[in-house]
């Protein structure tokens, strides 16, 4: 089955091939997708270009998602190569590494604050006004990738839990904003996965232990879990789905107390 069959889709967010937006572009291209991918800086394009050849991508173009003039000239070269746009991917979040460890209150800033917000938020709406004369009317889904830090504490995650929130309800504002131009918008909350935003979280590899433990699944997901709830979501097959959240993390949300074998 090929349910993405010849649709046109930007991601933004690749990394490297640990990255969920890979995994993504993977699941994407193998029902059929046409994939553009955008790359942050000079710094990662190599790596960018390594992913995209395994799945036949048609550019690699520039952009940094926290300068308007970047966004509007990857969205013009998307227009001069395709003309119109499928689908998009943000799969995108940064906050400063300072504010990713300690007591919320006491390592909390007004300036990490405002980066976190630019770029893990901002962006998804600024994608969303830019692509959106080259989506209307055409069944276009836009999709971003949030956690389960957006909706309850957990050690460490701080502003990146507030903007996730954030990140959350813009999803929902742009659903209802851009549904009569029959473009849907979407948000999957990943569970944890050890790539490049992973890497260098104090105690990382506890918390993907911690996860498996609880899950009902009893283990963590893949980025190819996510691509295939990444492709069914931008398909027409989920032409009934806007403004929602799902939860691809082996189910460990659902649960509030698991075995009881480990206390008193
Ligand atoms: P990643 O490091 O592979 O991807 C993050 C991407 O953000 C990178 O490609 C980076 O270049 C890009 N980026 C950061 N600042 C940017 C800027 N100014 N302009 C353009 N691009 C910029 O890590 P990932 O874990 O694949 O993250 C992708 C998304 O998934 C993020 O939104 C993250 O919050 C979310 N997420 C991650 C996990 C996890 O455990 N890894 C779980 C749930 C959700
Ligand atoms: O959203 C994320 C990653 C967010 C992230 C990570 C970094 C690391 C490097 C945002 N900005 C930065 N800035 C850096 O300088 N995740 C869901 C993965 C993640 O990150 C955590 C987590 C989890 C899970 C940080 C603390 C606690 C848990």
């Known amino acids: 089955m090929s349910f993405l069959k010849d649709k046109r889709i930007l991601i933004v967010g690749v990394a490297n091939k640990f990255s969920i937006a890979a995994g993504i572009a993977e699941s994407m291209h193998s029902q059929g997708a046409n994939i553009i991918l955008s790359y942050q800086s000079d710094r990662l394009k190599k790596k960018v270009e390594q992913v995209g050849r395994n ?10 998602v926290s300068n308007d003039e970047s966004i509007a000239n990857l969205i013009n070269e998307v227009d001069s190569k395709w003309g119109y746009l499928d689908g998009l991917v943000h799969a995108v979040g940064f906050a400063p590494a300072n504010e990713l460890e300690g007591d919320f209150t006491e390592v909390a800033t007004r300036e990490g604050f405002k980066i976190a917000h630019d770029i893990s938020v901002f962006s998804f709406t600024a994608l969303a006004k830019a692509s959106r004369k080259l989506m209307k009317d055409r069944n276009a889904a836009l999709l971003t990738l949030s956690y389960l830090g957006a909706v309850r504490t957990l050690p460490n995650y701080n502003v990146m839990g507030v903007a996730k929130a954030g990140l959350e309800s813009t999803t929902r504002y742009l659903a209802n904003s851009l549904g009569k131009e029959n473009i849907r918008v979407n948000a999957i909350s990943a569970g944890p996965v050890k790539t490049l935003a992973a890497s ?16 009902p699944l009893m283990r963590n997901i893949t980025t190819e879990e996510v691509g295939n709830a990444a492709a069914f979501l931008c398909s027409d097959l989920a032409s009934g789905i806007t403004g929602e959240i799902l939860y691809v993390d082996a189910g460990f949300n659902i649960t509030a107390m698991g075995d009881l074998s480990e206390v008193d």
């Open 200 to 215: 260098g979280i104090k105690s990382f590899r506890k918390m993907l232990s911690y996860n498996a433990s609880r899950a």
């Open 55 to 64: 799945i036949n991508c048609e550019a690699y173009i520039e952009c940094d």
